[in-house]
């Protein structure tokens, strides 16, 4: 019997900070920073499990709208997460990588970034992509504004561009598309998220808020995507025929 195949990319919409700190009665600072400890117990069972590239969406770029607080409080958390997880990413092989407009960061939270970027440059087990200030129409966007300054200055024919070409204009290139989609909080929609890259991608709609994630949660995703039957398009597999 084959092993059940296994997710090569999974990408997790972290939901219900907020609604998990009012359930508890607390303020939504207090649930940002239970869910940044969620992060660790997932990034820890991503690698065990083998996964080559796990995507946790950290802040939009609607996020930005938040009022003040809570935005300062978030990127406070992130300087905190880049300083605190630096031992495990460097124990476990993990290499750290942002996806999304990093110019809008303040100065301290992109510093964190790039010198956690820079450390884990060449741990090779597992990429952790953390999109940050990440749109994924916004990323969409940037793509298409490249191409057509190179088409406008004559270095690149229209006629050339195809999806290949597109995808490697996008910050996740050379990163396969996910395979799995997890969205934690119950709410089913994906909010700008790698919009491009998870046209095929398996959803899973997790009811627990993202600070209850654990383990055997990303393991029953898992479990989850193992029977799916993923299509893309064609048809499905002819069933095994009936025993004379
Ligand atoms: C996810 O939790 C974290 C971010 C979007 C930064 P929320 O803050 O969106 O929590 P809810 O959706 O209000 O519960
Ligand atoms: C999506 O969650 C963004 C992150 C998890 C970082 P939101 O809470 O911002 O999404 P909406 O507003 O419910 O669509
Ligand atoms: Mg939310």
Not at 45 to 73: C, H, K, M
């Amino acid at each position: 019997m084959s092993a059940s195949p296994l997710p090569r990319h999974i990408a997790i919409i972290m939901d219900g900070n907020g609604r998990w700190a009012a359930a508890h009665d607390l303020p939504r600072s207090e649930g940002h920073r239970a869910g940044a400890k969620a992060v660790r117990k997932v990034v820890t069972q991503a690698r065990l499990r083998g996964i080559e590239v796990l995507t946790l969406y950290a802040f939009s770029a609607q996020n930005w709208n938040r009022p003040a607080d809570e935005v300062d409080r978030l990127m406070a958390l992130l300087v905190e997460f880049c300083e605190g997880e630096r031992d495990l990413l460097m124990d476990e092989g993990i290499r750290f990588r942002t996806v999304g407009d990093r110019t809008r960061l303040p100065a301290e939270t992109r510093q964190a970034v790039e010198t956690l970027e820079e450390i884990t440059f060449k741990n090779g087990n597992m990429q952790l992509l953390v999109a940050l200030s990440y749109g994924g129409r916004e990323e969409i966007v940037a793509a298409a504004r490249s191409l057509a300054a190179q088409a406008s200055a004559g270095t690149l024919d229209p006629a050339a561009i195809d999806e290949t070409m597109f995808a490697a204009h996008l910050t996740t290139a050379g990163v396969p598309d996910p395979d799995l989609l997890v969205r934690t909080s119950g709410e089913f929609r994906v909010s700008n998220f790698l919009l491009w890259q998870i046209a095929y991608a398996e959803i899973v709609i997790e009811s627990k808020h993202w600070p209850d994630y654990a383990e055997a949660d990303l393991d029953r995703a898992i479990d989850t995507f193992a029977n799916r039957e993923r299509r893309f398009g064609g048809l499905a597999p002819a069933l095994p025929s009936a025993a004379p």
